[in-house]
């Protein structure tokens, strides 16, 4: 079965300093894609970065950047020089064969001042 | 400006009434989605449409129901059928399958909040 595992429920993270979430997910389809989205306390949902399975280099979108590794089916979100905006839900999903989004559960980050 | 836009944002309902939550985009999207996330929770797709007309289940559409007569428009009727309602709700569009776009980000309205009463 298709899953997406996200297995930090929190994290705190000092501001100006690096962080990365961690998403696992298992399928058996050779095309796939990979998404982080944010979520803020206001409950929106902010797409920030995809990863297409066939794509080589890991995709960046300024201070995001993605670590696709296919062989360990991973896909970390890196975040740079983190600031107090960043405090917010992020998700990992999965696009699956039929072109639905698979979700994860979420992490949720503060960024601390 | 192009966009989503849900309508309330926050609801009350009594038990065994009726509801229905307004989902509009402007995006010229083919498809559109319908989402319930429970506190600490990923989302979870109710129903989905590719196309004017048609719809189709999700994982959780028990209790639920939409219509999709306008493209731009993807209304989710909460039933009294549906025994836990409380949740917020999330209504999403994407371009569709149709011209075979890989990328298929999905945007996403500012959601309606449910309470059942």
């Known amino acids: 079965a298709q899953k997406i595992t996200q297995t930090q429920p929190g994290m705190f993270v000092q501001e100006k300093e690096a962080v990365t979430l961690d998403c696992t997910y298992d399928t058996s389809d050779q095309s796939y894609g990979l998404f982080w989205y944010k979520q803020p306390s206001s409950g929106e949902m902010i797409f920030l970065i995809y990863?297409?399975?066939?794509d080589e280099q890991n995709a960046t979108e300024g201070r995001y950047s993605l670590n696709f590794q296919k062989a360990r089916k991973s896909a970390n979100l890196v975040i740079s020089a983190s600031q107090l905006g960043d405090s917010a839900m992020y998700f990992c999903a999965m696009r699956d064969s039929n072109y639905q989004l698979i979700w994860g559960a979420g992490t949720k980050l503060i960024i601390k001042p | 400006d192009g966009g989503i836009t849900q309508s309330p944002k926050y609801l009350f309902r009594k038990e065994g009434q009726n509801v229905t939550l307004s989902c509009e985009q402007n995006?010229?999207?083919?498809?559109m989605y319908w989402y319930r996330q429970d506190p600490g929770q990923g989302l979870r797709l109710i129903y989905y449409?590719?196309?004017?007309?048609?719809?189709q289940k999700g994982d959780i559409a028990e209790g639920y129901s939409v219509s999709r007569e306008k493209k731009e428009s993807f209304p989710l009727t909460v039933t009294s059928a549906q025994k836990n309602p409380t949740a917020f709700y999330l209504c999403?569009?994407?371009?569709?399958?149709?011209?075979?776009?890989?990328?298929?980000?999905?945007?996403f309205g500012p959601g309606t909040r449910l309470t059942v009463l």
């Open positions: 449409s590719q196309i004017v007309n048609d719809f």
């Open positions: 999403a569009s994407s371009r569709g399958l149709a011209g075979g776009y890989s990328y298929n980000e999905q945007f």
């Open positions: 990863q297409g399975s066939y």
């Open positions: 995006l010229n999207h083919d498809a």
